[in-house]
């Protein structure tokens, strides 16, 4: 199956396996990479196909502003027995790129078919399950959950903030 075709079949994968509070929501898939979400955008469920490395990661990202990300970064690094209780050892709880944090896992990149697909939609609907109750319980209070004002203008609005700062 080709990588496009696999990731817009993400979102109905993970709808079958989630608990039924949480079967709707947000969904878009560009590039190499299929994304959920409940309100804030910038805090989203992925599944990103990492060709080069040979892995499909998948998780939960933080990528608000970096004292959102930071915050719950902490709040989740403080539940993290809690977490790994819910999801196993693999799961991994740090910062990244840009002021963005997550918690994820890499899964092996084997042939995009129906099973690695199902297996995809299961793990991430069990990501979904443990992680949104969590996430909705730390979220601060100053950040909106449903986002304000277009995403585009947002990236555009940081894009000339690190131009401003190089």
């Known amino acids: 199956m080709r990588p496009t075709d696999f990731l817009h079949r993400i979102p109905d994968a993970v709808r079958e396996g989630v608990a039924p509070s ?3 929501f947000h969904a878009a898939t560009r590039f190499s990479l299929a994304q959920i979400w409940y309100g ?3 805090l989203h469920y992925e599944t990103w196909i990492r060709g080069r490395l040979g ?3 998948i998780g939960l990202h933080f990528e608000a502003d970096e004292l959102t990300n930071a915050r719950l970064l902490a709040a989740f690094g403080a539940r993290r027995q809690a977490v790994r209780r819910a999801l196993g050892d693999d799961v991994r709880i740090e910062d990244w790129d ?3 944090a997550r918690v ?3 899964i092996s990149l084997g042939a995009l078919d129906d099973a690695l697909l199902t297996r995809l939609g299961d793990r991430l609907a069990a ?3 443990a992680l949104e109750p969590i996430l909705r319980d730390e979220l601060p209070a100053g950040v909106a959950w449903a986002e304000t004002g277009p995403r585009k203008a947002q990236r555009a609005r940081a894009g000339s903030r690190a131009k401003q700062r190089r």
């Open 40 to 42: 804030n955008r910038a």
């Open 127 to 129: 990501y979904i399950d």
């Open 98 to 100: 840009r002021g963005w």
């Open 22 to 24: 949480f079967a709707t």
């Open 55 to 57: 892995v499909i990661e």
């Open 104 to 106: 994820w896992e890499p």
